[in-house]
């Protein structure tokens, strides 16, 4: 006896959408298992890139950015200072964010800010700050603070990182701090 005669339509539409995710379960299965999966298997075509078209960059590792950042923020704690810290690479990504015991709330996004704005340009943040005289659309740019407390870290003139530090009462005192942080990794 047809289960659809007896229970109507709706019965058969449950039956026969069953079977369907059934099949297509089945489907998968193969093509995930390898048996015929189509395009899909296909191994990535690797283009030929040549050496003279390759740039290779130098990073801080963590280890560095966080020792520059405990640096930083130890000279502040010697002068009594609550501030944040932020070690950010080459591509203003950060590395390394420490926010100091009684720390503002701002301060932390405002120190990522100071460095990113820093390695951005290759420059302290200082005297960036001083080029929004002659072009204040800089201040513009989403991402970047152009108030003092931003150091680059250069290495052969290149930058490879940013340290940022907010939080002081003033950006020279934030620049101190992430001067000494600097300083670090020299030694």
């Known amino acids: ?5 007896k229970s109507g339509k709706r019965t058969g539409a449950l039956v026969g959408g069953a079977l369907a995710v059934v099949a297509a379960g089945t ?3 193969l093509a995930v298992g390898g048996t015929d999966a189509g395009p899909a298997a296909q191994p ?9 078209d390759l740039r290779q960059t130098d990073h801080l590792t963590v280890a560095a950015a966080t020792e520059a950042a405990q640096a ?6 010697q002068d009594n200072q609550r501030v944040s810290v932020a070690v950010v690479d080459r591509d203003g990504n950060t590395i390394v964010l420490l926010r100091g015991d009684g720390a503002g709330p701002q301060s932390y996004e405002s120190a990522e800010r100071k460095a990113f704005t820093a390695v951005s340009w290759n420059a302290a943040t200082s005297q ?7 072009t204040p659309h800089l201040a513009d740019i989403p991402g970047t603070l152009f ?5 680059p870290v250069a290495t052969s003139g290149a ?6 530090v907010a939080g002081a009462p003033s950006g020279d005192l934030d620049e101190k701090y992430a001067r000494a942080g600097v300083a670090t990794l020299g030694d």
Do not use: F, N
Request: proline letters at 5%; zero cysteines; a positive charge.
């Open 1 to 5: 006896m047809d289960i659809r005669k």
């Open 27 to 29: 489907i998968g299965a």
């Open 44 to 52: 990535a075509l690797v283009g030929k890139v040549e050496p003279a």
């Open 72 to 77: 930083a923020l130890a000279a502040a704690s």
């Open 128 to 134: 960036l700050a001083e080029r929004l005289d002659k």
């Open 147 to 151: 108030l003092g407390g931003g150091v």
């Open 159 to 164: 930058p490879i990182a940013g340290i940022g």
